[in-house]
């Protein structure tokens, strides 16, 4: 008997004389060791990265797995592999974890596959390890012969690799770890562009030759969630080329269930009633019409249900209203029921984009709205307004140079509480390209929605389609309404000023593409 198992029994029968709760603790840490066990032959100092104050290890020699520690003692594997081989591509044999890098991008796992040597790369969220970002579609780097990892150094940019040839020569490779998070970036920006997809349904709302209020454009629409269905407020224009608002409801947020025979909203007020339009107007008015109640946003707070909108007369300054109907009324389609409208903006100036956060920070109302060029942000005590109580702008977004967003933008429909902050929809013009009219999203922190946590470079939606691009505005998508449900985000928005349209994401997968790209 060597000394070695003399120890092992040794060791067993003092186990044995241990209470029995502690001998089965003590059992079960030795198994969880067991299965945390390291076969891979590279340093695995180099396979760990901290993260909030855990340890991650990517390893493997068949499928990559992953172990996390808290103090580098003891660890526990996930039971299922979080990288395996693709059939048909370049990694489709045995994979062998390298390397673990973390980056402010993510969590950088270099592999590779033998015979012949081809080096891959993944990214993981920093957030969550175990969550795949990015997997490279071609390799980082191959070698035509048999070679044998001898040792590797990670650097600050750089992955220095040294491969034992069939030689016996030893061949030094370096690698910029920036350079492959470049591809990474360049994936995922591709990605994120197409993360907004167009229903097949388009437009899934057109004009009515037989109602004379929306013969000609239906485009615009306020959205809202309510008893199982989404609730449109469209902007409509037909035979008098003025604006005024109709109503339809959807149950699947795609098919038109339901939809008004008279409008739901009609201008009210001298400030919004349409003048002799033989007059020259001063001042664009969107669908080929000369003013009227245009572009509504909607937000329910408590039981009561606020609208703004652009009130227009076709020849004063465009200037925000607010009117508002309680819950019971809305739901029964009691369209007289509307509160007079107030005009909010002040006067002697375009004001347009207003839409209010559906909660209160710090027991003020925030209300968004837009003069050009930027995004403007107030918070007030109450949203009665008149008698000189005008928005004045005191926080503002703005658009970015050289970018797709940089000539102005606006905001869309109201934002949307998500765990990562208020989700906002908005659109924008570039002044490369001014004449289109693009859709983008930024979130904003949730106790403070003047700061603006993340804003990817690139727009979630152009103007691509044929509906886009053929109608009184080409070139045009236009947000005003949005909504949650099943976790997908449906985003309405005007097609050309002319047609509704929709189209969506998962909202767990547009949040998480926000904050890397």
């Known amino acids: 008997m060597t000394y070695r198992k003399l120890g092992i029994i040794l060791i067993i029968v003092a186990m044995e004389k241990l209470p029995h ?19 891979n032959p590279v340093k695995k100092q180099q396979q760990i990265v901290k993260v909030n104050n855990v340890y991650f290890k990517y390893f493997g ?17 996930l039971k299922k592999s979080i990288l395996e081989s693709r059939i048909g591509y370049f990694d489709a044999k045995s994979l062998h974890a390298l390397a673990s890098i973390l980056t402010k991008d993510g969590i950088l796992v270099i592999y590779y596959v033998k015979n012949p040597f081809i080096l891959a790369a993944a990214l993981f969220y920093k957030d969550d390890p175990t969550k795949l970002l990015w997997r490279s579609e071609r390799y980082v780097f191959t070698a035509q012969e048999p070679v044998d990892v001898k040792d590797f150094s990670v650097g600050k940019d750089s992955l220095i690799l040294r491969l034992i040839l069939r030689s016996g020569n030893i061949k030094r490779i370096n690698l910029k770890v920036s350079e492959i998070l470049g591809e990474a970036y360049y994936a995922l920006v591709k990605h994120y562009s197409q993360i907004l997809k167009r229903t097949d349904k388009n437009p899934i709302i057109t004009p009515r030759g037989d109602r004379f209020w929306e013969s000609q454009a239906t485009f615009n629409a306020a959205a809202t969630y309510e008893k199982g269905k989404i609730h449109l407020l469209y902007r409509a224009i037909g035979e008098t080329n003025t604006s005024v608002l109709g109503y339809a409801a959807s149950s699947d947020g795609v098919n038109i269930d339901e939809r008004g025979d008279t409008p739901a909203y009609v201008p009210y007020d001298e400030f919004e009633k349409t003048v002799d339009s033989s007059l020259y107007s001063p001042y664009m008015s969107g669908g080929g019409g000369f003013g009227g109640c245009e572009d509504p946003r909607i937000t329910k707070i408590g039981d009561r249900l606020y609208l703004t909108y652009v009130a227009y007369n076709g020849w004063d300054h465009p200037r925000i209203a607010l009117t508002s109907i309680s819950g019971e009324d809305f739901a029964k389609k009691n369209w007289n029921a509307w509160e007079k409208p107030v005009l909010i903006s002040p006067p002697g100036v375009v004001d347009k984009n207003g839409c209010i956060l559906p909660e209160k920070i710090n027991g003020k109302y925030v209300i968004f709205h837009r003069i050009f060029p930027n995004i ?43 765990k990562d902050g208020w989700l906002m929809v908005y659109h924008a013009v570039d002044d490369r390209e001014p004449s289109k009219y693009k859709i983008g999203a930024m979130l904003l922190d949730i106790k403070d929605p003047t700061k603006v946590l993340y804003r990817p470079k690139n727009p979630i939606l152009e103007p691509t389609s044929r509906y886009e691009n053929e109608g009184y505005k080409a070139g045009v998508v236009y947000p005003c309404g949005a909504v949650v449900k099943d976790e997908e985000l449906f985003v309405y928005y005007g097609g050309a000023d002319s047609v509704l349209c929709l189209a969506k994401a998962n909202l767990a997968d547009l949040l998480d593409h926000m904050k890397y790209v």
């Open 21 to 39: 709760r502690r001998f089965s603790q003590t059992l079960k840490t030795l198994k969880r060791k067991k299965s945390s066990s390291f076969t």
């Open 61 to 77: 020699d068949k499928n990559i797995s992953l172990a996390k520690s808290f103090d580098l003692q003891e660890w526990r594997t």
């Open 376 to 418: 403007l942000i107030d918070f007030v005590d109450d949203l009665k307004f008149g008698n000189g109580k005008y928005l004045r702008g005191e926080f503002s977004i703005k658009p970015r140079d050289a970018s797709w967003d940089s000539r102005k933008i606006g905001a869309g429909p109201p934002p949307i509480k998500t």
